[in-house]
T-cell receptor, first 113, second 109 residues
Framework: DAGVTQSPTHLIKTRGQHVTLRCSPI?????VSWYQQVLGQGPQFIFQ???????GRGNFPDRFSARQFPNYSSELNVNALLLGDSALYLC????????????FGPGTRLTVL | GQNIDQPTEMTATEGAIVQINCTYQ??????LFWYQQHAGEAPTFLSY??LDGLEEKGRFSSFLSRSKGYSYLLLKELQMKDSASYLC??????????WGAGTKLIIKP
């Protein structure tokens, strides 16, 4: 079975631009979470969506937004990019339950110049 | 605030045993996860503890003490491929995952 897929794998943008990152969950998983990981740190939670509804939101500015589609795939949008947005963006899918284990995609490496 | 502490870096010898500790202070507790992350790759699930005690899975074991806010990951018969970062994460009362910064494990021949 295919795992979580993300696109693109790498992206270079300049300050002030907008970016859209995409994620397809494991087949049968209805929950998608987005994380930002800066080098040398653990992932920081951005959003979780379940059944197309926002289930949780981390401490990120309104420049960050996301949505989930009827096929459970998801997009993360970041507006007005800042240098500090450079990071690895990870998408994880899960089926809520005990435990709610997160299965991660390979990530999108975003560089903001 | 919510906080998870792990050592930044540890070094061990191939074939030996290493214990990576994690202490946590979170708003509520609904389980603790350990993930392995090789450089440049995504984290992969290793173990889950929700009750006190030891969970064994092959060469890896994970222990939890909820009263002490403490967990450890035990790796036996270390192999060079075990060189990676090991992340501790706790599910809080809102069922959100709070992550530690990770412990970089260096295995020497």
């Amino acid at each position: 079975d295919a795992g979580v897929t993300q696109s693109p794998t790498h992206l270079i943008k300049t300050r002030g631009q907008h970016v859209t990152l995409r994620c397809s969950p494991i087949s049968g998983h209805k929950s998608v979470s987005w994380y930002q990981q800066v080098l040398g740190q653990g992932p920081q939670f951005i959003f979780q969506y379940y059944e197309k509804e926002e289930r949780g939101r981390g401490n990120f500015p309104d420049r960050f937004s996301a949505r989930q589609f009827p096929n459970y795939s998801s997009e993360l949008n970041v507006n007005a990019l800042l240098l500090g947005d450079s990071a690895l963006y990870l998408c994880a899918s899960s089926t809520p339950g005990e435990p709610d284990t997160q299965y991660f995609g390979p990530g999108t490496r975003l560089t903001v110049l | 605030g919510q906080n998870i502490d792990q050592p930044t870096e540890m070094t061990a010898t191939e074939g030996a045993i290493v214990q990576i500790n994690c202490t946590y202070q979170t708003s509520g507790f609904n389980g603790l996860f350990w993930y392995q992350q090789h450089a440049g790759e995504a984290p992969t699930f290793l173990s889950y503890n929700v009750l006190d005690g030891l969970e064994e899975k092959g060469r890896f074991s994970s222990f939890l003490s909820r009263s002490k806010g403490y967990s450890y990951l035990l790796l036996k018969e270390l192999q060079m491929k075990d060189s990676a970062s090991y992340l501790c994460a706790v599910t809080d009362s809102n069922y959100q995952l709070i992550w530690g910064a990770g412990t970089k494990l260096i295995i020497k021949p």
